[in-house]
């Protein structure tokens, strides 16, 4: 056959994701292009899939055949998965806002302090719009997304890494949104700028040059809610219980501060802040925990320990102090308006 066959190939770097600091009014109702404003870098692997599910009467006699004689799409499901980016003031405070689902602002003028817990007031999770941009000629809208987990893993240099997904409804709305947020300049928050304070409550020591990786995950076990007369998509979106877990490398010395605390089932306060400048730091607070797991190991030639807990043994203190808090830093006066 007769050629040539070049096409315009579309590469991954080009891709486009537009977040909000917006919620939703309503669930089925996409946030305006308005209040699209941030352009978010990432990774480009992170992919929107908009899932089908599917019936047929392959399975049924008296078609006189053996296989499917008709079919039809009976719902819909969006996810977003595989986000990974370098974690920006401005990106964490959007994670945890939209994780948690509450947000307590603190300042007149930025930088503003914002503290997040899980919201335990409702088991609704909090919806948002995305924007997508996957080549030229793909561009749409998704309503309804919510953030299911987060994960955070801190390292001796370099920013801090943030991966998360997220779920909706189904609903997508083919079409480019007017403008194109610009790319605005980033400033990170690093895992060099890292200081770990650890020890019994009440008698906190720091870890600096000890603190070797943090791993943070949360998770809120979403479930799209659907129900007959819903239609083809799910009505909105349910948070299960929430989930937290945390594995942190200590390096070990030749006096035990940390074994001792596991073998006795001390209970400990765990404060890692992170300071990279005025309006970019990250503090995460365990303020009662009991670590589930203490391993032995070693770092080339080094001892270390690995300390693990999760929502299991890091406790809530008489319903007012939460097992676990994140605040963030930055420029952003609110999450969550709608």
């Known amino acids: 056959m007769a050629g040539p066959y070049n096409f315009v190939s579309q590469w991954k770097s080009a891709r486009n994701l537009v977040l909000s600091a917006k919620t939703q009014a309503a669930w089925n109702t996409a946030l305006v292009d308005a209040s699209l404003t941030q352009r978010q870098r990432f990774d480009g692997a992170a992919v929107l899939e908009l899932k089908t599910t599917r019936r047929s009467d392959l399975a049924y006699a008296g078609k006189g055949t053996a296989f499917a004689t008709n079919g039809q799409i009976t719902s819909f499901d969006t996810a977003f998965g595989g986000f990974k980016g370098e974690l920006s003031p401005w990106l964490a405070g959007w994670l945890f806002a939209f994780l948690m689902g509450t947000d307590t602002v603190v300042g007149a003028d930025s930088p503003y302090v914002h503290t997040f817990d899980f919201d335990e007031t409702t088991r609704t999770a909090v919806p948002t719009t995305v924007y997508l941009e996957d080549t030229e000629a793909v561009k749409y809208k998704c309503p309804d997304m919510c953030v299911n987990d987060v994960t955070l893993t801190i390292s001796e240099i370099g920013a801090i890494m943030a991966e998360m997904s997220m779920v909706g409804t189904g609903r997508q709305t083919i079409a480019a949104i007017a403008t ?29 040059g000890r603190h070797m990786n943090t791993t943070l995950k949360f998770e809120n076990q979403l479930t799209v809610h659907k129900a007959p007369g819903g239609g083809l998509y799910g009505i909105f979106v349910r948070k299960g219980n929430p989930k937290f877990s945390i594995s942190t490398t200590i390096a070990a010395k030749d006096t035990d501060d940390v074994f001792t605390l596991f073998d006795a089932d001390t209970e400990t306060d765990y404060e890692l802040t992170v300071n990279s400048g005025a309006a970019a730091q990250l503090t995460i607070s365990i303020p009662h925990a009991h670590f589930k797991t203490t391993k032995l190991g070693f770092d080339g030639d080094m001892t270390v320990w690995q300390l693990e807990g999760d929502e299991s043994t890091c406790y809530d203190e008489n319903g007012t102090t939460p097992p676990i808090t994140v605040s963030v830093t930055n420029a952003v006066v609110a999450y969550l308006d709608v």
């Open 180 to 208: 194109l947020p610009a790319l605005g300049a980033e400033s990170y928050i690093l895992g060099s700028d890292a200081s770990l304070q650890f020890g019994p409550v009440g008698s906190l020591a720091s870890f600096i």
